[in-house]
């Protein structure tokens, strides 16, 4: 079997692949990674394994068994070019555990402003009570134990952020557009559809928004959302920035209508020619005190490929003959 690399990957990525791969699959890395060479390579390969594909791929790509995301969004792919050629998509949840970790930390941080605090002190401020420093934020930081968390889309990261966080006696509110109603027996649980949000987060301590990017969450977290909210909730955004409204989140915070935002993903990102970026063109969000800044780093870390385990094991299965898992819906779109 034949595998495509639609993308450039680091080298000890593709060590790593190679490493865990049946004996008889082939991984093909083309000379570059335009549309030209790529189009040559495709016509033998069984399995395109990256993103961005194009007509001129798919054209040519007649045998073509599948295509694997080594990464969970989806929202780049052509969901009208891929139904043409009745593609069969499947994309990776395996990095949901770390992931899930950032979130928390987050979240954590939000919490205890443990980054906010540290700017202080390095300034030699303590943010002490009753001192006036012309701090900008209190001192007084969120409890954890006991809290009412609510998390918007129930997939492989928010079920493990639930499973977490139940450590902490935590009370929890599921919003998703399918529930299952078995699932409504767990205790501590409650279970919503994405339409009773507006009147269920008027008593939610932390937020955590985790679906994905389609045209109909695509800046769904807006001010009617942030309105819903208890002005002392936490917003944690660990799906693609463009879920969240930005101009309603930046007005939201800097008129402190809610207590804390963490977020992981953003408008604006750097590229090889401009390095330095901040993370809007529109919004000086880093000028706010109420928000932690992430560089899209939930995926990150330093031992390990948990990102490509589930592409991986889809191409070994494709190998063997046996079930694809995280098969994409071309309708739904994720």
């Known amino acids: 079997m034949k595998v495509l690399l639609t993308k450039p990957f680091f080298e000890t990525d593709v060590e790593y692949i190679k490493s865990k791969l049946d004996e008889n699959i082939r991984l093909i890395i083309p000379q ?25 791929i798919l054209q040519e790509a007649k045998k073509l068994k599948f295509i694997q995301i080594p990464w969970t969004g989806v929202d780049n792919l052509n969901f ?38 540290d700017r202080l002190m390095r300034k030699g401020n303590w943010n002490r009570p009753g001192i006036n420093l012309e701090n900008k934020l209190t001192p007084f930081s969120k409890p954890i134990n006991k809290s009412t968390i609510a998390i918007v889309g129930y997939g492989s990261i928010g079920k493990k952020i639930q499973q977490f966080l139940s450590g902490f006696e935590c009370n929890f509110k599921i919003f998703n557009r399918e529930l299952k ?30 679906v994905p990017l389609t045209e109909v969450t695509r800046g769904f977290v807006d001010n ?98 046996e079930d694809l898992k995280n098969i994409i819906s071309i309708d739904k779109k994720y």
């Not at 994405?194 to 932390?206: A, G, I, P, R």
């Not at 750097?270 to 992430?294: G, M, R, T, V, Y």
């Open 32 to 56: 570059s990674f335009d549309t030209e060479a790529i189009q040559e390579e495709a016509k033998d390969a069984d399995v395109l394994l990256g993103g961005m594909i194009s007509e001129a």
């Open 224 to 321: 009617t959302f942030f309105s819903a909210m208890n002005e002392n909730g936490v917003l944690i955004n660990i799906s693609r920035g463009e879920v969240l409204n930005e101009n309603d989140l930046y007005q939201c915070l800097n008129e402190n209508k809610i207590g804390y935002a963490a977020i992981d993903t953003w408008y604006n990102y750097p590229s090889k020619d401009n390095p330095i970026a901040f993370p809007s063109l529109k919004n000086n969000f880093q000028e706010l005190d109420n928000i932690i800044l992430s560089p899209h780093r939930a995926g990150y870390i330093n031992s390990g490929f948990p990102h490509l385990d589930d592409a991986i094991e889809n191409l070994n299965r494709q190998n063997r003959g």
């Open 181 to 210: 109603q078995d699932l409504k027996k767990e205790l501590k649980i409650s279970y919503f559809s994405v339409e009773d949000l507006e009147n269920e987060l008027h008593d939610v301590d932390f937020v955590f928004i985790s």
């Open 80 to 117: 009208e070019l891929l139904a043409k050629y009745n593609t069969v998509v499947c994309n990776s949840h395996s990095n949901a555990t770390i992931v899930a970790e950032h979130a928390i930390a987050l979240m954590l941080d939000a919490a205890k402003k443990i980054s906010y605090h």
